[in-house]
């Protein structure tokens, strides 16, 4: 693993348990899935009841408008929205760039000139970028081909996604240098629930690379 310092982002949490267990091997954000089609579904209110201590609290979005995103920002005290559907320029600049994790699908594009030049398009109306495997949606539990992001320079930090677990963390921070990691499906028992083993394991390996800090 190249040593570089980057943060931890556990997705798709549906119990305090899971929760718990992720902010004790260090996970520095947590994400709540608002997509009422995903098995990681969870309510507003539930959501907003979890005790996340003093980690960054994150909604994942598909298909809400902006008013809907920022009333469950709200109601389950979210700090960043990750969008990641067809939203635009503009319902980012409504929810505030500085809230804004923005979804790309490298897939989706001819080069990796092709996705920097989408991620300049968004630069000033996200704080984050989040690359994901496939073409739309998420939660798929499928790797990007990591070596094709090795020489990307991003004008934002950016999370990698995609089907990361401990098979495969080790290879993808070989092959390219994310400042963030987002684990979901790939630490899972089932969907919905994480596996404390398997978060043990993707995350302890990882210790001595992220004393990441967080302004
Ligand atoms: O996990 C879901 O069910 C989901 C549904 C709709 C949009 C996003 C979703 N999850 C996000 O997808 C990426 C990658 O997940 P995986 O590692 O491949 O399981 C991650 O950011 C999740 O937050």
Request: hydrophobic residues 40%.
């Amino acid at each position: 693993m190249k040593k570089h310092s980057f943060a931890i982002k556990v997705c798709g949490i549906t119990r305090q348990s899971d929760l718990s267990t992720a902010m004790g091997m260090g996970a520095h954000f947590c994400g709540f899935i608002f997509h009422p089609g995903s098995p990681r579904y969870i309510a507003p209110s539930r959501a907003a009841a979890l005790d996340s201590a003093l980690i960054r609290r994150v909604g994942v979005f598909v298909n809400q408008n902006a008013e809907e995103i920022m009333d469950i920002m709200k109601t389950a005290r979210l700090e960043f929205a990750q969008l990641h559907g067809a939203h635009s320029l503009d319902c980012a600049r409504r929810i505030g760039p500085e809230k804004v994790i923005r979804v790309l699908w490298p897939d989706r594009y001819e080069s990796v000139d092709a996705l920097q030049r989408e991620m300049e398009l968004w630069a000033d109306s996200c704080a984050w970028f989040l690359l994901d495997a496939g073409s739309q949606g998420g939660g798929h539990g499928v790797s990007l081909d990591w070596t094709s992001l090795a020489s990307l320079s991003s004008p934002r930090p950016w999370f990698l996604a995609g089907g990361l677990s401990s098979a495969s963390l080790n290879r993808a921070l070989e092959q390219c240098s994310p400042d963030g990691i987002d684990l979901n499906s790939g630490v899972e028992a089932i969907p919905g629930q994480k596996s404390p083993q398997k978060l043990l394991a993707a995350l302890k390996p990882l210790t001595p690379y992220t004393p990441y800090h967080i302004a």
